[in-house]
């Protein structure tokens, strides 16, 4: 799989460049997103696939540098996310995989702010869980839907297409990736809209 992604990605990379010398702006626009969106589906396909087989990485990651750097990409894109609030330095440690933890959060704050308007993210440290929040000012969704919305191929209804991709496979990929790890992920309502909620296990240096 490894190579197949490295293959894909060559071609992708040649596309785009053929791409730029389309005359229509609009139409290379849309191509050059549906490439992006394959690439994004690949690279998604091979983290689960890890994740499936226990071959995510391990290694000590202060979450909250995870959550800030990743808010910090979006607000240099202009995009309205804000991280809220999150322990010191140093105080919110786990064992897992940097690319995969990344994945799902980028993917959870994009959603939040495509389909809520905003993304509001916060982390707050238990004796032993790390509790992330991403809560948005949409619709939020509908109770019982929750636990459907978490399984591969199935979309919110269209005010509230959480998952991402057109495929729905965001929220999926979301589960497996914090389930491999140890943790958890829910969905639910906040206090202006939607939120989703995901705990992992929290490491205590030595």
């Excluded at 389309?22 to 139409?27: K, N, R």
């Excluded at 226990?54 to 309205?80: N, T, W």
């Excluded at 509230?160 to 491999?180: D, F, H, K």
């Excluded at 939120?195 to 030595?206: A, H, Y």
Aim: proline share 5%; net charge negative.
């Amino acid at each position: 799989i490894g190579g197949i992604q490295h293959d894909v990605r060559t071609f992708a990379t040649r596309l785009r460049l053929r791409l730029e010398r389309l005359p229509d702006p609009a139409e290379r626009e849309r191509a050059t997103a549906d490439i992006t969106d394959m690439i994004d589906l690949l690279d998604n396909a091979l983290l689960t696939s890890r994740a499936g087989v226990g071959a995510l990485e391990e290694e000590m990651l202060d979450l909250a540098e995870v959550l800030r750097g990743e808010v910090a990409d979006f607000r240099r894109a202009g995009l309205p996310a804000t991280l809220e609030a999150a322990p010191p330095d140093g105080e919110a440690w786990v064992i897992g995989d940097r690319l995969a933890l990344r994945r799902v959060v980028g993917n959870l704050v994009d959603n939040a702010v495509k389909y809520g308007q905003r993304a509001r993210v916060s982390l707050q440290a238990d004796d032993d869980r790390l509790r992330i929040v991403i809560a948005d000012d949409g619709p939020g969704f509908a109770d019982g839907d929750a636990e459907l919305l978490l399984e591969p191929f199935v979309r919110a209804e269209p005010s509230r297409a959480l998952a991402t991709g057109g495929a729905g496979l965001g929220l999926a990929v979301a589960r497996a990736l914090i389930e491999a790890q140890g943790g958890e992920i829910r969905l639910g309502k906040g206090e202006r809209g939607g939120k989703v909620e995901l705990t992992l296990p929290r490491f205590r240096p030595g």
